[in-house]
Structures are given as structure tokens and as C-alpha cells.
């Protein structure tokens, strides 16, 4: 597998932007609004994964403020999984937050996506507390120094 990792400080191009979104839908169910609430992030940071002319995976963040970076959405393509990809895309958006002086990553997930909790545990993320959102799903917070 030739995965070539790229990272981006702005929404990307046409083309690769309609890829994510395609991958961010075929996970989640839906895209909408995505590309509005990019626009309105500070310090957008984006990972993507990408084989071929595939993006097979993706991390959005975004700074909240000097020292906490907010990694908000992510997911990896369901024949990709198990690979070490959401890793690499973790561990490449780390070593970023931690050169441009942040000191902690934190992250939200839920119980349904438990291959990202154990990930997120594995990697030195503390679960800081839970809440029910609007939906009345079941988050988790998740925090990590970086």
C-alpha cells in the first residue's frame, strides 16, 4: 500500500475537497454544511490520506485558542481501516500541533465509534468527561498534553 500523506493550513482544491467530502458522507451519512463550517475555523489544519487518486482518510482540526487544538472530525475508508492509517494521520497532526507550540489536542467521539476511542486511549488521550448533545447521543471528551 503507497499512501501519500499531505497536510493543508486551508481548504483544499476543488478536487480533493469533493473527495473528502465524498468519504466524510460515505462514513457519517452526510456533508452538509461541512464546507460552511470549514470557512469559519481558526487555524484549519487538514490530513489526508491519499492512495493513488483515492483519499482513503482524513483529520480537520482547528485551533481554539494558543495552546488547545480542537481535532474535529476524521475517519478513514471502511476497506482502509486496520491499516495504520488513522494512526499516521494522528500522529502526523501531532508532531504539527506540537511544532507550532500547542500543548494539548482534545477530541470528542462516541461509544459507536469504539476503533476511534481505543485509538485515541492508546495514544496518550485521557477521557476528561462525557455529555448528552441535542440528539441525544452519548459523547465522549477526550484530552491529550501534548
Known amino acids: ?17 469533493d473527495s473528502i467530502l465524498e468519504l466524510h458522507k460515505s462514513i457519517f451519512g452526510s456533508s452538509d454544511n461541512l464546507v460552511k463550517q470549514m470557512e469559519s475555523k481558526p487555524e484549519l489544519l487538514i490530513n489526508v490520506a491519499i492512495e493513488g487518486t483515492k483519499v482513503i482518510g482524513y483529520k480537520i482540526g482547528y485551533g481554539v485558542d494558543k495552546e488547545k487544538f480542537y481535532s474535529w472530525l476524521g475517519g478513514v475508508d471502511q476497506k482502509y481501516r486496520n491499516t495504520g492509517v488513522a494512526s499516521k494521520l494522528m500522529g502526523k497532526q501531532h508532531q504539527y500541533l506540537k511544532e507550532q507550540g500547542f500543548k494539548t489536542v482534545q477530541t470528542k467521539t462516541m461509544n459507536k465509534w469504539r476503533s476511534m476511542l481505543i485509538l485515541n486511549i492508546k495514544t496518550g488521550f485521557d477521557i476528561i468527561g462525557t455529555y448528552t448533545n441535542e440528539k441525544e447521543e452519548f459523547k465522549i471528551i477526550l484530552e491529550k498534553i501534548l
Open 1 to 17: 500500500m503507497d499512501v501519500e500523506y499531505i497536510q493543508l493550513n486551508k481548504i483544499p482544491n476543488a478536487r480533493l475537497l
